[in-house]
């Protein structure tokens, strides 16, 4: 089920915390890069086969990596990420699974960063008009660009990111509820068959369950026809991957199959809490 190479399963690694787990998935190939973080300002890159369930460990970074501002090209060759090691951060586009960058854009904060790909040949970076992020390599044949096709530049936090990949992907907007002062909560949604739907409830604020950050995500499978819903507590990512469901839960890739009783034929494909860190040299 599991490809080794980088690092493998090491049971050595004592943490009482589970590996936080996010994952991008390639729109136009089997491709997916898991992003997986913890111990404390430890991330893995890992790369997934969606056609045979196989999982490659890559590169690790002894930094903060911004998920919601990472994404994957459509063929699933490249990756963006934005980062945070020591107070600097930097925008990188990399080959999957790596951290090594081929495009390099330093930066002096938090504020923008990351960004999208428009295509397999170009990406958009989130910065207002690339004021902030100093370029000091430029390796990739990919092209950039500071405009994304319909929306306003320099989209800022996490969920201005976040927001529009969901949409791109497939997801639908729903409603947006305020909790309080502090917290609100965006709704998407998105078709799983003809009965059901996954809820993502994408949670922004200062009271944040411990464990979590600031934003978060928490998920639930609404029966269209009953209104029904089965509520997943445990669920820190999920999407639609082909026919399947799949989604990451205490540190575990899950996949499973959603009939007319609900989820079925749930399977563990790959523990990510046993990996740590490793030193490798990307091939490239």
Same mark, same amino acid.
């Given at each position: ?41 430890? $991330? *893995? ?6 056609? %045979?369930?196989?999982?490659?460990? &890559?590169?690790? !970074?002894?930094? +903060?990596? =911004? ?32 951290? $090594? *960058? ?6 002096? %904060?938090?504020?923008?960063?990351? &960004?999208?790909? !428009?295509?397999? +040949?170009? =990406? ?161």
């Amino acid at each position: 089920m599991a490809k080794r190479g980088g690092d493998v399963f090491n049971n050595q690694l004592n943490s009482s915390a589970p590996a936080r787990i996010h994952i991008l998935l390639a729109k136009n190939s089997y491709q997916a890069i898991v992003i997986r973080r913890g111990p404390s300002r430890q $991330t *893995a890159a890992i790369s997934r086969n969606r056609k %045979d369930d196989t999982f490659f460990v &890559g590169q690790w !970074l002894k930094g +903060r990596v =911004y998920h919601y501002r990472c994404d994957i090209s459509p063929n699933g060759e490249y990756w963006i990420y934005f980062a945070m090691k020591d107070g600097k951060t930097w925008t990188c586009v990399a080959k999957t699974p790596y951290f $090594t *960058a081929l495009d390099f854009y330093s930066k002096g %904060d938090s504020w923008n960063g990351g &960004g999208l790909f !428009l295509n397999d +040949r170009a =990406y958009w970076l989130n910065d207002n008009g690339f004021e902030k992020h100093k370029r000091s390599r430029k390796l990739s044949p990919l092209s950039v660009t500071a405009d994304y096709p319909n929306h306003q530049n320099g989209f800022g936090e996490c969920p201005m990111i976040y927001f529009i990949r969901l949409r791109r992907d497939g997801w639908q907007e729903k409603s947006f509820e305020t909790i309080d002062k502090r917290n609100t909560v965006q709704h998407f949604s998105k078709r799983i068959n003809d009965a059901w739907d996954i809820v993502k409830k994408f949670h922004g604020g200062l009271d944040h369950p411990i464990g979590k950050g600031i934003y978060h995500e928490s998920h639930l499978l609404l029966n269209k026809k009953t209104g029904e819903e089965l509520v997943c507590p445990d669920w820190e990512w999920a999407d639609v991957d082909g026919d399947r469901l799949l989604w990451a839960e205490k540190g575990l890739i899950y996949a499973g199959v959603v009939k007319k009783q609900g989820l079925e034929q749930s399977k563990p494909l790959f523990d990510c809490n046993d990996l740590c860190f490793e030193n490798l040299v990307a091939p490239y």
